[in-house]
DNA sequence: TTCTGTAATGAATGATTGTTCATTTAATTT
DNA sequence: AAATTAAATGAACAATCATTCATTACAGAA
């Protein structure tokens, strides 16, 4: 009868309410099966399951099993954005801020890779609004490394270049590491993986005074952490 | 009743009998259909209607819905191992090559991203023989720009590197040209687009002797096919 | 204990859709 | 023309599931 009100709290995934908190149980059966199984491969009833909850329940918490996508795809890029600004602020030195962004970025990646492939598969069947919120926070991801990049620049260790375009890569790698898994199966450990994405970018933007910087960071203390 | 004689062809894609010609015209009207609604949301229906024909006929052509993706996603891994080698033979020199490798993977992703697209999404849901017919033929095309790479390293053009690993890369961002489109929508033209990995991956690989030697190919006739 | 509102159940519903197959149409042969 | 084989149709079938809702279990208040 009374639709809006049953729905506990619509609030994105914050809140500690017993109400959502079974909320998130769904949301991490679903992310679970959904990422291992596919979304139209999983039924409503095997959510509830995995949940330990009967099915019917979960139309107290969300609106459709639709929703629950939206929420797991939202929380892989949330992860993202939590992740990554919290390795970059570790560091003054630009250079450093760079690479600690990278790493960060690959090692949230590497640690769920299947979440990151559940985004890339099924960004695309959710409504337009939502994949516009979801297009919005891979933007303001790639934000972070962009103001890296040009603060690489000002600062003169990197040459001039499209920022946009070369965060893009960045991210494109970064990502490459779920893909990789299993297009090809696995080939190298994350660190290789971290370190030789690092060498590439590093390689193909320093100018003499960055390099120099740099050697001169490497031997005072090694990177990565 | 008798189940093998019904089906015209099974061969994969080749021959030019009604039989095959009718199979494609399905397979065609399949790749568009799942390219831009997805697999699940499109039904048989549509497929025949798109081809031309009712949904009962497709089953004498094909063993059901899903043998259309797969036949989908195998004719774009198919041109991908076409497209490539065919650049690559027009140079002698291993720059060039490599170049040429690139510029090619890059332009055949960017002629149909939803092709492309497509084999991300649905390759999972392909049962597992499937799945590492997919994989060799990715394998296959990876290789042809390993070649160039480890010849690019043989002639000291380029410094030694894990070269799965780079090749693994520059696949990777050729990709990225169709992954790229719906997530961070049009931000440059193809050509931007292969000129900047390209120069990305020269500036990072080169060695003086190759850095030299490509300027000196540079002067004398200007890149790009 | 009794009452009351909320949480939870899970069988029933209804809509969808891949697939089949009895039937018709067309093509080919005799 | 008649007979035979093949191609094509599309209504009907059967199975699957997301979703609903009548019902039950539970928790706290009076």
């Known amino acids: 009868m009374d639709n809006s009100q049953s729905i506990k709290q619509r609030t994105s995934s914050a809140g500690n309410s017993p109400a959502a908190r079974r909320r998130r149980k769904f949301v991490i059966a679903a992310t679970d099966l959904f990422s291992n199984n596919g979304f139209h491969e999983t039924t409503v009833k095997e959510i509830a399951e995995k949940a330990g909850a009967s099915p019917g329940l979960i139309y107290n918490y969300v609106r459709d ?30 250079v450093k801020r760079f690479a600690a962004a990278l790493a960060a970025y690959i090692k949230v990646v590497a640690d769920k890779p299947k979440a990151t492939l559940l985004a890339y598969r099924y960004t695309a069947i959710l409504p337009s609004p939502m994949r516009d919120q979801i297009k919005e926070m891979e933007i303001e991801t790639n934000q972070i490394i962009s103001d890296c990049i040009t603060t690489c620049i000002d600062a003169g260790y990197f040459r001039e270049a499209n920022v946009e375009f070369v965060s893009y890569r960045a991210v494109l790698l970064a990502h490459g590491w779920a893909l990789k898994s299993w297009r090809l199966g696995k080939l190298h450990n994350v660190e290789e993986y971290i370190e030789g994405n690092l060498d590439l ?20 203390a090694p990177l990565g952490g």
């Open 65 to 94: 099993k639709e929703e629950l996508l939206s929420l797991a795809i939202i929380a892989v890029l949330e992860s993202y954005k939590t992740e990554v600004p919290k390795a970059v602020i570790k560091y003054d030195d630009p």
């Open 201 to 220: 970018f590093l390689t193909a933007l320093f100018t003499e005074k960055g390099r120099r910087h740099y050697s001169k960071l490497c031997n005072e």
